[in-house]
Nanobody, 122 residues
Framework: QVQLVESGGRLVQAGGSLRLSCVGSGFTFRGSALAWFRQAPGKEREFVAG??????DYPDSVEGRFTISRDNAKNMVYLDMKSLKPEDTGVYYCAARAKYGRDWSNSGMDYWGGGTLVTVSS
């Protein structure tokens, strides 16, 4: 069965850095678009980073601070975060779509991980 499992979430201070990891299984990883989303308490889930084969997309809120990357040999996708802000706090989810593309809407994704909590203290 398809699985995406995130890891790496923890408490960090504002201005700090953190790497999140996600491992996938049960689907053709190499040909899938991959993404990270987050959900803060009381807010809707929002897109934070996406990657196809190599082309990446970021919203303005994280542009220049977050970097998404993938290692197809390991079925891994990463999110490297720096200059973290309290507003970055939330549960971070990795997601995948079986086809490449730049539709990063929630409904456009096929598979979801269970999430990992990132808390940024002020």
């Amino acid at each position: 069965q398809v699985q995406l499992v995130e890891s790496g979430g923890r408490l960090v201070q504002a201005g700090g850095s953190l790497r999140l990891s996600c491992v996938g299984s049960g689907f053709t990883f190499r040909g899938s678009a991959l993404a990270w989303f987050r959900q803060a308490p009381g807010k809707e889930r929002e897109f934070v980073a996406g990657i196809n084969a190599a082309l990446t997309d970021y919203p303005d809120s994280v542009e220049g601070r977050f970097t998404i990357s993938r290692d197809n040999a390991k079925n891994m996708v990463y999110l490297d975060m720096k200059s973290l802000k309290p507003e970055d706090t939330g549960v971070y989810y990795c997601a995948a779509r079986a086809k490449y593309g730049r539709d990063w809407s929630n409904s456009g994704m096929d598979y979801w991980g269970g999430g990992t909590l990132v808390t940024v203290s002020s």
